[in-house]
Nanobody, 125 residues
């Protein structure tokens, strides 16, 4: 098991910022491509951003490009998602996920081996 624990969610006004953290314990996080997903009420879980094992490459969905930044500190076994210029449509439960089998993160949830419990992000208008 690679327990993943997200933190940093909360309530923020539109235009504000939050930084989510995903901390891993039990294994070396640098062995895992990592993704952030989100799920809003009544919607499917969607890929938001991903980062390769080394952190050298990052990927984003179009709606968050230029506003969100994914990064990792493998020495701290932690992956981050910095979210700026937040919009009400960013409101969702955010999850981090780790994939042991790939170097490059994919957008498909079932490719990931481990998930965190999620952290709520609410953006008010």
């Amino acid at each position: 098991q690679v327990p993943l624990v997200e933190s940093g969610g909360g309530l923020v006004q539109a235009g504000g910022s939050l930084r989510l953290s995903c901390a891993a314990s039990g294994r070396t996080f640098s062995n895992y491509a990592t993704g952030w997903f989100r799920q809003a009420p009544g919607k499917e879980r969607e890929f938001v951003a991903g980062i390769t094992r080394s952190g050298g490459n990052t990927f984003y969905i179009d709606s968050v490009k230029g506003r969100f930044t994914i990064s990792r500190d493998n020495a701290k076994n932690t992956v981050y998602l910095a979210m700026d210029s937040l919009k009400p449509e960013d409101t969702a439960v955010y999850y981090c996920a780790a994939d042991l089998n790939r170097v490059v993160p994919t957008t498909t949830p079932y490719n990931y081996n481990y998930w965190g419990q999620g952290t709520q992000v609410t953006v008010s208008s």
